[in-house]
């Protein structure tokens, strides 16, 4: 069965920090890039890094630049998120998907171009 799960969130005060973690089973990531979102009930998904199948190529959404860090471990077919400095209006449920791009250097931040998502992990910033 092909998944994505994701840990590592939780309660967390301003200014603090998480690592969160997108495994994946029964496939390997080497030929899927992926995409890190968010969303907060009655809100749109908000897009907020992605990674490419090589690792070679990351992008971030201006709302997360510098504070967030998308990376991957290929012997663990892991992605994993570190967010930093966290705000109160970072509070949401984290997502990661994948999109199959082969061996091509391209991630995309529109959730639309990706097929397989996780079930999501809580990331609640509050003092």
């Known amino acids: 069965q092909l998944q994505l799960v994701e840990s590592g969130g939780g309660l967390v005060q301003p200014g603090g920090s998480l690592r969160l973690s997108c495994a994946a089973s029964g496939f390997t990531l080497d030929y899927y890039a992926i995409g890190w979102f968010r969303q907060v009930p009655g809100k749109e998904r908000e897009e907020i890094s992605c990674i490419s199948s090589t690792g070679g190529t990351t992008n971030y959404a201006d709302s997360v630049k510098g504070r967030f860090t998308i990376s991957k471990d290929k012997s663990k077919n892991t992605v994993y998120l570190d967010v930093n400095s966290l705000k109160p209006e970072d509070t949401a449920v984290y997502y990661c998907?994948?999109?199959?791009?082969?061996?091509?250097?391209?991630?995309?931040?529109?959730?639309?171009?990706?097929?397989?998502w996780g079930q999501g992990t809580q990331v609640t910033v509050s003092s």
């Open positions: 998907a994948a999109q199959g791009t082969g061996r091509l250097e391209y991630c995309t931040l529109f959730p639309s171009s990706y097929s397989k």
